[in-house]
């Protein structure tokens, strides 16, 4: 077993244990309680001196109490003595809010970097961030992995040549390009517009041809899942037979029943986010991260 620590926030559970098992590496008590306001007090109860400590912490919702639990995490061992602190964000909360689209609004994405930041944290390693133009908000060193491999490795021996891929948006393109390369798929893409006050995503037509054959595509997140239904539709109209998402992060709960009533084939997520609690549709299938973050550790410690 390696002398590095694992800490797990209150947001994943489940892949922290995950993790320490596949890493072989010690998963770390937090005492987590709240005030009478409801402000958090925590403390780390293992010994972390001298030690490079990773912390795990998605910041999904309730994402500020994520966020700054996270930070409160990185200083508790700080002060306790940790040599490097090194933090794990599968899902990085507020990075879909990467530009200004309107006066007045925030930059949502780099203030809550800037937030981060301000906690003792040696290293960021994030998954499948939405845009390039977020891991450039970084000032600290930032490692960005991927959940690609874990869906390839899942489908390689599941497709034949009546599968091709599609790229849902100009924006998704460089990822749904790699994926269906390494499959060695024929590729589509979308040509849609988004409405940018309502967020209502219009599919003009399709380059390429999905008739009479099955489709997968790969993308980075699913938040309300209007945007991947309204495209699973399309692509049946134009001919295809089934229609499988895989989706490194499925975001709002309430997404589920979309997807379990839509003409989805299959949806399959990763558990970048904690979903045990929710009844999960027969069309969707979660796969998990932890090799992932495993061997990144791993790798980190020699």
């Known amino acids: 077993m390696t002398n590095d620590v694992l800490i ?27 005030f009478a ?14 030690k490079c400590v990773y912390i795990l912490q998605s ?12 930070c409160l995490l990185a200083d508790a061992v700080k002060r ?8 794990f964000i599968p899902w990085l909360g507020y990075s879909p809010q990467d530009k200004v689209f309107r006066d007045g609004e925030p930059l949502s994405s780099e203030v809550i970097i800037k937030v981060l930041e ?15 133009l977020v891991l450039k908000m970084f000032k600290k060193s930032v490692k960005h992995l991927s959940a690609m491999d874990v869906f390839i490795e899942h489908f390689k021996e599941k497709l034949d040549d009546s599968w091709c891929s599609v790229s849902l948006d100009n924006g998704a393109l460089d990822r749904a390009n790699l994926f269906a ?19 209502e995503v219009t599919f003009h037509k399709l380059e390429g041809d999905v008739n009479g054959r099955n489709v997968i595509t790969f993308d980075d ?24 998402y895989c989706i490194t992060h499925f975001i709002v709960p309430e997404t589920f029943k979309k997807v379990e009533e839509s003409s ?16 999960i549709p027969g069309n969707i299938k979660i796969l998990s991260i932890d090799s992932l973050i495993a061997d990144y550790i791993r790798n980190d410690s020699n």
């Not at 409801?38 to 109860?45: F, G, P, T």
């Not at 301000?118 to 390039?132: M, R």
């Not at 390369?181 to 967020?199: A, M, Q």
């Not at 084939?265 to 929710?278: A, F, L, Y």
């Open 181 to 199: 390369k390494v499959l060695n798929l024929e590729i589509s893409k979308f040509d849609k517009t988004r409405d940018r006050k309502t967020g």
């Open 221 to 244: 997140y699913v938040s309300t899942g209007g945007t991947t239904v309204k495209s699973c539709e399309f692509l049946k109209k134009q001919g295809a037979k089934k229609c499988i």
């Open 59 to 70: 910041t999904n919702y309730p994402a500020e109490r994520n966020i700054i639990e996270l």
């Open 264 to 279: 989805i084939d299959q949806m399959v997520i990763t558990d970048s986010i904690d979903w045990s609690s929710e009844s």
């Open 37 to 50: 306001n409801r402000e958090i007090r925590l403390r780390v109860l293992g010994d972390v001196k001298g």
């Open 118 to 132: 301000s906690a003792p944290i040696d290293q960021f390693v994030t998954l499948d961030v939405h845009s390039k």
């Open 8 to 34: 797990s926030g209150s947001s994943n559970k489940l892949l922290a244990q995950a993790v320490s098992n596949k890493a072989d590496i010690n998963l770390s008590e937090v005492e987590l309680e709240e």
């Open 80 to 87: 306790a003595g940790a040599l490097k602190i090194i933090t």
